[in-house]
């Protein structure tokens, strides 16, 4: 089972940019795809999660209504829409693959995810 994450970049204050997160290695119809989130000095945050099997997001409230997450099944693929980003978005960005998707569970904890991605870098200049 492998993630791949792509997307992030340098962007000024109020820009926008698209993580995105192909997932590979498994069969599994219901499971889901998370972003966390890593910033210098602050705890790991659980940014986003997206069911596969029927599209329910979950937003933190730090970036709901700037944020939009959205999955492409066929490739295992989730994307994570930031708009109006700003210098605190400024983190390591990871994606968590959770192949027991469950509509009940706390999904900002670490512990429901089976694997990670490497990360990628989203900085956000002021």
């Known amino acids: 089972v492998q993630l791949v994450e792509s997307g992030g970049g340098l962007v000024q204050a109020g820009g926008s940019l698209r993580l995105s997160c192909v997932a590979s290695g498994f069969s599994d119809d219901d499971y889901a795809i998370a972003w966390f989130r890593k910033a210098p000095g602050k705890d790991l945050e659980g940014v986003a999660q997206i069911s596969m099997s029927d599209g329910s997001p979950r937003y933190v409230d730090s970036v709901k209504g700037r944020s939009t997450i959205a999955r492409d099944n066929a490739k295992k693929a989730a994307f994570l829409q930031m708009d109006s980003l700003k210098p605190e978005d400024t983190a390591l960005y990871y994606c968590?693959?959770?192949?027991?998707?469950?509509?009940?569970?706390?999904?900002?904890?670490?512990?429901?995810?089976?694997?990670w991605g490497k990360g990628t870098q989203l900085t956000v200049s002021s």
């Open positions: 968590l693959l959770d192949l027991h998707y469950s509509s009940n569970y706390n999904w900002k904890a670490i512990t429901v995810y089976d694997l």
